[in-house]
């Protein structure tokens, strides 16, 4: 083979590895970013655990072929970063639509999350949902709300003598 073909080769199975250890996969289309914006939303997506790599959409698409992602192929069209996650899929998820507002060029296309192929409407409503901690601290809020009214009512029942302490 030539040197090129083998470096295609190479790269096809660094996308395939990086697939494979990968929670989720979010396609990002960058047409008009530059380098400092590029490095910016890597350097936010890092404590997530997140990759931003730049491949070309056909070794993508060969490297997706033979797996259950293949549909995804529809959204790989124009300039795409690929942030394969391997940390917190939703946190990573939450970045990402967040710097939506400070780049507004940013566009998430589609991605592979929890082991399906979603489009960029489907993710907008995933990143709304609470994270793992969000969804912890709600469950204690409600957990505790009867408790604290419940020593509302009887500090209050104290207080007009009702009963006594």
């Known amino acids: 083979m030539s040197a090129l073909k083998d470096a295609k080769v190479l790269v096809v199975e660094e996308i395939s590895n990086n697939l494979k250890e990968s929670q989720a996969l979010y396609v990002i289309n960058y047409a008009t970013l530059d380098v400092v914006s590029f490095q910016e939303i890597r350097k936010e997506l ?3 655990n997140a990759l931003l790599k730049v491949y070309k959409n056909r070794l993508v698409k060969q490297a ?3 797996t259950e992602y293949a ?7 124009l ?3 690929y942030a394969f996650v391997k940390g917190d899929s939703l946190a990573a998820l939450k970045t ?3 710097l939506k507002k400070k780049f507004p060029a940013l566009r998430i296309v589609s991605g592979i999350y929890e082991n399906k192929v ?4 489907t993710l907008d409503e995933i990143s709304k949902l609470p994270s ?3 969804s912890l601290m709600i469950l ?3 957990l505790l709300s009867p408790l604290k009214q419940l020593s509302i009512g009887l500090n209050e029942l104290i207080k007009q003598g009702k009963i006594s302490e």
């Open 79 to 81: 300039q795409n970063a």
């Open 140 to 142: 204690g809020n409600s």
């Open 96 to 98: 990402l639509v967040g």
């Open 46 to 48: 890092a404590p997530n």
């Open 118 to 121: 979603v489009d960029e409407k």
């Open 64 to 66: 997706l072929k033979n």
């Open 132 to 134: 793992f901690t969000e």
């Open 71 to 77: 549909n995804i192929n529809d959204s790989l069209v």
